[in-house]
């Protein structure tokens, strides 16, 4: 279980991923992507339809539709995803979950926690889908 992000947001994810990871011209439905990665149909529909409500995950009705990336994947960031799911109060607000915290009134780990939000936000904001292509296919053989 991931201590920033909810399993929402890690499954949509691994649904960018594994869509960056396919032919671009096609479409997957959400059973498909539910199979490929092991996640329950109903959930990552729902997970899909906010990436669709962002504008990163596209999607088409009928018999041959389903899912596609709406972007080009070296334009779509990490940090794009946890935002279209989760939000970024994780990256605002006290892990403790204080409501005054800050630097001037900080909870007993807003300086470690700091460092590692910043990090966290610094890295999410500078990668995007496509460096994981090769990684993401690799991991979906395991599956």
């Not at 994810?13 to 990665?37: G, M, P, T, V, W």
């Not at 009705?61 to 994780?90: C, M, S």
């Not at 979950?97 to 900080?106: L, Q, T």
Request: glycine share 6%; hydrophobic share 40%.
């Amino acid at each position: 279980m991931s201590v920033i992000f909810s399993k929402k947001c890690e499954y949509g994810l691994q649904a960018i991923l594994y869509l960056a990871s396919r032919n671009e011209k096609e479409y997957f439905s959400a059973r498909e992507i539910a199979r490929d990665l092991k996640i329950p149909k109903e959930f990552i529909s729902k997970i899909l339809q906010s990436l669709v409500n962002f504008g990163i995950v596209g999607s088409k009705k009928g018999k041959n539709g389903g899912f596609y990336l709406a972007k080009n994947p070296n334009k779509i960031r990490l940090i794009d995803v946890v935002e279209a799911i989760d939000g970024l109060d994780a990256f605002t607000t006290c892990i403790l979950g204080f409501p005054d915290c800050s630097s001037d009134v900080p909870c007993p780990v807003h300086s470690e926690w700091g460092k590692l939000r910043t990090m966290a936000f610094d890295m999410l904001s500078s990668e995007t889908i496509d460096q994981f292509t090769e990684k993401t296919l690799r991991k979906l053989n395991q599956l």
